[in-house]
């Protein structure tokens, strides 16, 4: 994985020092506290319902045994004891006192860590899939272009205060793991006919008040003309961006406004006159980025696993195996799942005990690596089948062996009102009383794949959106409502939920989505039709009795 | 303040610059816990928990004030009326033991 | 209204009103009037961050200053537009004016600005002290700058090239 070199990480250490700095102003009353608000969270710092919430970038999803050990250290010196894994590959701690940021980021940029641009109107946090490096179907690793893009982004004199947020995505797969088609930008690395590399390039797409898919603007961008190609997109955005109204100021509206073609016009105009020398990055550079995902030495082993298959006669390591499991590249090796989402806990929280086991985990069987993904759980991204018994007899030990990836009680959710200050209503204590409604691993597996994805407000953190059962919590007179979706997904057939009727109370949420799963239960046409196909075929309406209160009819599984 | 004034009777809040902890308008001064909040039940305590509002609007010791209605039980305490500040004076409600409700015992947010 | 570069505050030899200072200041729909009267007082224009630079294009030669406006701190269009003055061969002075920060004062000079005009209320609470350290805050930058700094990228093919 990248390490800093003397210019990344004096970067990071004068950041440091011109926040604390920042913090002396705030007191001293230079800065009034307006001015203060946006600059603190250009450093990831934000004033929550009950506290400070810092939020790390893990940029790509890419940690090291040692950075996790790191997270949990802070976790225990500087907060609460746990962190929150969050949908755009970052973590936050939800107790920080302001006096002890700049020492928390001390103790960050130590492994090469830090909340640079983790919230404010800039370029945010680069994600990529977290499958990265793993996957057979890969054209190319995306980390290397989105270190590329974290670099050129950092402190950016020109996009620092654009009008609004603006996420970039990367994938460099056939399967599109990284959601880019509902980011600012989304970049999916696809070779011409020649076999050269290049990216085909979407603006516009992102979830919130509304949501819309991103639109190309590039079939084929060849690689080197990567960097000034954002900056002319950026520019664009930059000067012709709604600035009155924050919920029209995201780029993806000034596309709709425009018209994509129209929006595209401008765009390439702008290329065509953009100083393009300013961010030119020489071949031997790229190459020495990328060198530092070169691919660990895998050693030559067979497919097939006899530890593997012995321990797979234990009923509950085999549906381990079956659910938490992805196809390794190299034969012998697989990437491993590791839920956050144990029955009835709040997903995507870690306690510093587990992150030190994970960390452990990391540096003994995964090539020192781990990923965070946007689903809110962790990888290990290069464990020998050989070891997989160990792995999960450790994570078994440590409450993190839950075999859920993928299966309905694998859900996404947001902090919610019980952290968020922007919260119209919570979204873990739904989360969590689904989950322990679904909490037969058997009824579960029957079930299949679903993504159960959650939102406190309209801003869609939860991408409740692009869920395949989505849910939106919202203030309805002083009361928690809830708003119900079907049919969403955020991958290659990328797809938004539509609405199954009027808002529910929080308590008929979880029977409801019961219902919801056992209508289709009874309608899919054989197992293997998961629960988006279904919706897909058979549309809304067989669903929608189910958000009427009545007994919840238990399908036979 | 942007807005109307929301209905009496009114408390005071925001959060205090260094700590994050949620703070409230004793009349005085800041406090973090809800009992001491001065309670503005007129016109004229609600005109002097604006003027304390303006005073922190854009700087000082804590952040992000602002105005809240209460209803007063039967032995005169505040109780947010709003879900949100509930939940904001209690603490989160999938753990209980963080946020005020862990150090003052409070009974948790009853929704 | 108080005038800062990076070297700190500055007398300012323009001026919106006064007809004895050296330069004067226009309106932006004022330019054309201004650059056809004759006189051969240096002219500069307030220009709005609403408007496109290339509508400045046909007067580049005869400007003696553009001033950007920063309507607020977080309104960022006038770095865009600065850069852009730059690009299409803007050599005059090239001033901030309005809410801008301190801690926008290195963008501002790696984006072509020379100056910040900040009114007073600014200057009372912000000391020349903050404005003369922010543009030594960071040693890097990843992208060339207009005032100088070569890129990152670059520095490390320099010392590659070197080695
Ligand atoms: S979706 Fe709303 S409630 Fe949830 S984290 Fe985002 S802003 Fe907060």
């Known amino acids: 994985m990248y390490r800093y070199d003397e210019f990344d990480e004096r970067l990071v250490r004068e950041r440091i020092a011109q926040f604390r700095e920042m913090v002396r102003r705030r007191i001293d009353g230079s800065l009034t506290e307006e001015e203060f608000t946006l600059l603190r969270q250009m450093n990831g710092l934000y004033l929550q319902l009950h506290a400070y919430m810092l939020r790390v970038a893990i940029p790509y999803g890419t940690l090291s045994g040692r950075q996790m050990r790191q997270l949990a250290l802070i976790a225990d010196r500087y907060d609460r004891g746990y962190g929150h894994f969050t949908t755009r590959q970052n973590i936050q701690y939800n107790w920080p006192r302001l006096r002890d940021v700049p020492d928390m980021l001390e103790l960050l940029a130590d492994v090469e860590m830090q909340c640079i641009q983790t919230s404010g109107n800039c370029i945010r946090n680069v994600t990529a899939d977290h499958f990265a490096g793993v996957a057979a179907d890969e054209i190319e690793d995306p980390r290397p272009t989105a270190e590329l893009i974290r670099q050129w982004s950092t402190l950016h004199p020109e996009f620092s205060f654009l009008p609004r947020k603006f996420k970039i995505a990367v994938t460099g797969s056939a399967v599109d793991r990284a959601a880019v088609a509902v980011h600012d930008i989304g970049l999916r690395i696809v070779a011409d006919a020649k076999g050269r590399i290049g990216y085909r390039v979407t603006v516009g797409g992102g979830l919130g008040r509304t949501p819309m898919i991103g639109k190309p603007v590039r079939e084929f961008l060849p690689r080197e003309e990567l960097l000034p190609y954002l900056e002319a997109i950026l520019r664009v955005y930059n000067l012709e961006g709604r600035r009155d109204n924050k919920y029209k100021a995201r780029v993806k509206i000034l596309v709709h406004e425009l018209g994509t073609e129209a929006f595209v016009a401008r765009v390439e105009e702008e290329y065509a006159r953009i100083d393009r020398g300013a961010v030119e990055v020489d071949a031997a550079e790229v190459a020495r980025i990328a060198a530092y995902f070169a691919p660990p030495a895998f050693e030559a082993l067979p497919a097939r696993s006899e530890a593997f298959e012995k321990a797979a006669r234990d009923p509950d390591f085999a549906r381990f195996a079956r659910t938490n499991l992805f196809p390794h590249k190299a034969p012998g090796y697989t990437a491993l799942t590791v839920s956050l989402k144990p029955i009835g806990a709040p997903p995507g929280d870690a306690t510093s005990d587990q992150m030190r086991v994970l960390a452990d985990l990391a540096e003994r069987f995964s090539a020192d690596e781990l990923r965070v993904t946007h689903v809110q759980n962790i990888v290990l991204p290069h464990v020998r089948l050989d070891d997989v018994p160990e792995v999960w007899a450790a994570l078994v030990e440590a409450g993190l062996a839950t075999a859920n990836s993928g299966l309905v009680t694998d859900i996404i959710s947001c902090p919610g009102m019980d952290y968020c200050k922007l919260a119209t209503a919570r979204s873990i204590p739904i989360a969590q009383e689904i989950s322990r409604r679904f909490a037969d691993p058997e009824r579960e597996r029957a079930i299949g794949p679903l993504g159960i994805k959650i939102s406190g407000c309209i801003n869609a953190c939860g991408h409740h959106h692009v869920g395949a059962i989505g849910i939106l919590g919202l203030d309805k007179a002083g009361v928690e409502n809830y708003q119900i979706t079907l049919g969403g997904e955020p991958g290659d057939l990328a797809s938004l939920g539509e609405r199954l009727g009027p808002g529910i109370d929080a308590d008929e949420v979880p029977a409801a989505i019961e219902r919801i799963v056992d209508v289709y239960l009874a309608l899919r046409t054989d197992e293997a039709e998961t629960f988006i196909d279904t919706v897909r075929r058979v549309g809304l309406d067989p669903f929608k009795p189910a958000l009427q209160p009545q007994e919840p009819v238990r399908a036979a599984a | ?111 | 209204m108080p005038l800062l570069d990076r070297e700190g505050l500055q007398a300012d030899p323009f001026d919106r009103a006064d007809p004895s200072a050296e330069g004067v200041i226009v309106p932006f729909d004022g330019l054309e009037e201004a650059l056809e009267s004759g006189s051969n007082r240096p002219v500069g224009v307030d220009l709005p961050n609403h408007v496109h630079p290339s509508r400045l294009a046909s007067h580049l030669d005869r400007l003696a200053l553009v001033a950007i406006d920063f309507p607020k701190f977080s309104d960022g269009r006038g770095f865009s537009l600065a850069r852009m003055l730059r690009e299409q061969g803007y050599r005059g002075r090239l001033r901030a004016t309005g809410r801008i920060l301190p801690d926008q004062f290195a963008f501002a000079l790696h984006s072509g600005f020379d100056e910040v005009e900040i009114s007073d209320e600014q200057a009372a609470r912000l000391p020349v002290g903050q404005w003369q350290l922010a543009p030594h805050q960071f040693s890097d930058n990843y992208v060339d700058t207009r005032d100088g700094r070569v890129s990152v990228f670059k520095r490390r093919r320099a010392a590659r090239e070197a080695a």
């Open chain 2, 1 to 111: 303040m942007a807005g109307k004034r929301p209905a009496l009777p009114l408390v005071l809040s925001a959060s205090d610059l260094l700590d994050g902890d949620v703070v409230f308008h004793t009349g005085a001064g800041w406090d973090r816990s809800l009992s001491a909040a001065l309670v503005a039940t007129d016109e004229a305590g609600a005109q002097r928990l604006e003027a304390a509002l303006a005073e922190v609007e854009s700087g000082g010791p804590v952040a992000e004030p602002f105005l809240f209605t209460v209803t007063l039980d039967p032995s005169g305490a505040a109780v947010p009326n709003h879900y949100r500040e509930r939940i904001r004076v209690c603490g989160p409600t999938v753990r209980h033991d963080f946020g005020p409700q862990a150090r003052e015992e409070l009974s948790h947010v009853s929704l």
